[in-house]
């Protein structure tokens, strides 16, 4: 199920900074990257999120902010954060319920793939990337970076 040039599910979840995160409150100010993960302190998850944290100006340059989404609670989120020096938002999806609406939800390992999309300022869902296996990171900052530039 693709959600490309669609409207981007919304949703409302806790936050790792604070209060809760609503996707539509961003709408016609930021484009959204949403970058779902399977688990906090996992070795992947552990490269991915500090990578894409560390380039969180560059995201804010192109008008865009990124939020972190997995099953873990708030509390493991912070606690990952603050170990990993991770700033970027980290909400937490702990009935997958978002993963869901998004098509990433992995039922039967009670966790979502790792995936990213991109949701222009508009509330459209621009790219979309699904990786194959949990364990893989192909979609590194970069991409995503050069996918705003082409909006």
């Not at 998850?45 to 873990?72: K, T």
């Not at 999806?93 to 993963?99: E, N, R, S």
């Not at 098509?103 to 966790?111: H, P, Y």
């Given at each position: ?115 990213v999309f991109l949701i222009d300022k508009e509330g459209v869902v621009r790219f ?24």
């Open positions: 199920m693709s959600l490309l040039g669609q409207p981007a599910p919304d949703f409302t979840l806790p936050s790792s900074v604070g209060d809760p995160v609503t996707l539509s409150s961003y709408r016609g100010q930021k484009h959204v990257v949403l970058v779902f993960y399977p688990l906090d302190f996992s070795p992947v998850c552990s490269m991915q999120l500090p990578e894409y944290s560390g380039r969180q100006d560059d995201f804010a340059d192109a008008g865009a902010v990124i939020l972190g989404v997995n099953r873990d609670s708030v509390h493991a989120h912070r606690a990952w954060a603050a170990e990993y020096g991770i700033e970027v938002p980290l909400l937490a999806d702990m009935t997958l319920t978002v993963a869901r609406l998004y098509g990433v939800a992995i039922d039967e390992r009670g966790i979502s793939a790792r995936a979309e990337h699904v990786e194959k296996a949990t364990g893989d990171y192909t979609v590194r900052p970069e991409v995503v970076l050069n996918q705003i530039k082409a909006l």
